[in-house]
Structure formats: C-alpha cells, structure tokens
C-alpha cells in the first residue's frame, strides 16, 4: 500500500504556470508506475502523463510540450510542472501509483487537488 499526497494547484491566469507535488509514502523506487490524472467538472478521470520505474515517460496529447513529469527517488516524490496553461486544463489533479501485489494491479489515489486557469 501507499499513501499519496498532492499539492501546488492553485489559480492561475492563462499562460501560466504551475508544479504539482505528490508525496508518497513508500520508497517510489518499489512502485512500478506513477503519474497523474485530472478530472475536469462532468467529464471522465483522464490520464495526463505517467513515469516508469524504467525512465519511461508518457503524456496526453493535450499536454505534450506544456507538461513535464519527474521523479525524485531520494524525496519519494512525483512532480508535474504544467507551462503554457490553458482554461481546458482546469480541474481537479490527482497522483495515482500502480502496485502489483498478489492480487494483481491496484491502483491508489491521492485525494486530489484543484487547478484552475482563468483570466
């Protein structure tokens, strides 16, 4: 299991900028995968960009060139910084960590925190 604590969302005009943060509880370096979600008011929870254990990354088409996630391994924590924002980027932002146990795959989540763009 893993606790996982975001924060860094905030009000922001367009063009802006901000980090998010997220604190987890564990060792990151025993976590497969993590990255991060949002959840825009009466739409699906879409994937933004994740990490690999591996160094792989990946992003939504929508974010790609604006966002950048990174791992600090000595920190246990996950950032996205998030440049050039839009208005479509707001919504609430959670930290997700994929663990595969002897159940399978679990998914966890942070409680969220929210990102607003808007002049």
């Known amino acids: 299991q893993v606790q996982l604590v975001e924060s860094g969302g905030g009000y922001v005009q367009p063009g802006g900028s901000l980090r998010l943060s997220c604190s987890a509880s564990r060792n990151i370096l025993t976590i497969p995968s993590m990255g991060w979600y949002r959840q825009a008011p009466g739409k699906q929870r879409e994937l933004v960009a994740a990490?690999?254990?591996?160094?792989?990354?990946s992003y939504a088409d929508s974010v790609k060139g604006r966002f950048t996630i990174s791992r600090d391994t000595a920190k246990n924590m996950v950032y996205l910084q998030m440049n050039s924002l839009k208005p479509e980027d707001t919504a609430v932002y959670y930290c997700?960590?994929?663990?595969?146990?002897?159940?399978?795959?679990?998914?966890?989540w942070g409680q969220g925190t929210q990102v607003t763009v808007s002049s």
């Open positions: 990490a690999s254990n591996s160094g792989t990354t």
């Open positions: 997700n960590a994929v663990i595969f146990g002897p159940r399978g795959k679990s998914d966890y």
